[in-house]
């Protein structure tokens, strides 16, 4: 055999082994499935908390503004009344004594009459109280898909429902959401 022969030989045989190899790996992607038949699907929920405002209306009571700061009215009153009475009282110099002596103490047991007329002196106003509340509800974040591929179940997780096959590519189960019907 000559050169030319042995080169052509072998030039042939790795034509041979390049063909045969790429026939192999075409029949192989022929015969790759093309979906995975779903089994089960559960929702993955996750707890969401909403904020809301929540307003209502409410009675408020609170002391009435003070016009008599001093109980100037009071202590007047008081005094002159304790002053009659005093004076109503004993002769001379008696009287008198009892009339200071009455007119000061009805002038302090005026004051303080006031005062508590004062303290127990309210008015009432509508206030809007406003509170936020929290409202929580399940949301569904995604689904654990068991598939099966090739009579081995394996799982995933999508950001869809899916049906009742996931599509497979280069032997690998596809999780992106199917593109939107254009008819919709």
């Known amino acids: 055999m000559d050169k030319s022969m042995m080169k052509g030989i072998a030039v042939g045989g790795l034509a041979m082994v390049v063909l045969g190899a790429s026939g192999v790996t075409g029949y192989q992607a022929l015969t790759q499935p093309e979906v995975a038949e779903v089994v089960a699907v559960k929702e993955v929920m996750k707890t969401v908390s909403t904020p ?80 936020t509340v929290q409202d929580k509800s399940q949301k569904v974040v995604g689904y654990d898909v068991t598939y099966r591929l090739d009579g081995k179940d394996g799982t995933v997780r999508t950001s869809f429902k899916p049906g009742d096959t996931l599509p497979v590519k280069d032997g690998q189960v596809v999780t992106t959401p199917p593109a939107a019907d254009a008819r919709s």
């Open 52 to 131: 809301r405002e929540v307003c209502e209306t409410v009675a408020v009571q609170r002391t009435a503004p003070v016009k008599d700061q001093n109980r100037i009215a009071g202590t007047v009153v008081g005094g002159l009344a304790g002053g009659l009475l005093g004076s109503a009282v004993g002769n001379g110099t008696g009287k008198t004594v009892a009339t200071v002596v009455g007119a000061a103490a009805g002038g302090y047991a005026g004051n303080q009459v006031q005062k508590n007329m004062q303290q127990k002196d309210v008015v009432t106003t509508n206030e809007q109280r406003c509170k």
